[in-house]
């Protein structure tokens, strides 16, 4: 069973930035499109940015476009979001896991990890 090891997140300021980072073990990470998932307490896990398996497609919700990239290193079973021109509605807890590329679903086949705070605020 795959296990998910999220990192990276912090305390920053509107405008600031951070990379989150994803560790995942198993076999199957190169085969699968992946996804950064963020979640505010008392609301829907959502996913705001998937990578397709060899990182050449990705795709992004509304909310975060322009300002969030995500990408994959799968020599290393890794994947990133670089989080930029964060804004106090980007606060949540980031996940990743295996996502759809296009957004429609969420595709998460993985067992959740603890995800990592990322908290934006003055």
């Known amino acids: 069973q795959v296990q998910l090891l999220e990192s990276g997140g912090g305390l920053v300021q509107p405008g600031g930035s951070l990379r989150l980072s994803c560790a995942a073990d198993?076999?199957?990470?190169?085969?699968?499109?992946m996804g950064w998932f963020r979640q505010i307490p008392g609301k829907q896990r959502d996913l705001v940015a998937a990578?397709?398996?060899?990182?050449?497609?990705?795709n992004y919700a509304e909310s975060v476009k322009g300002r969030f990239t995500i990408s994959r290193d799968n020599a290393k079973k890794m994947v990133y979001l670089q989080m930029d021109r964060l804004k106090p509605e980007d606060t949540a807890v980031y996940y990743c896991?295996?996502?759809?590329?296009?957004?429609?679903?969420?595709?998460?086949?993985?067992?959740w990890g603890q995800g990592t705070q990322v908290t934006v605020s003055t």
């Open positions: 896991n295996t996502a759809d590329i296009t957004l429609a679903t969420m595709r998460a086949n993985y067992p």
């Open positions: 198993g076999n199957t990470f190169d085969i699968f499109a």
């Open positions: 990578i397709n398996h060899n990182g050449a497609t990705t």
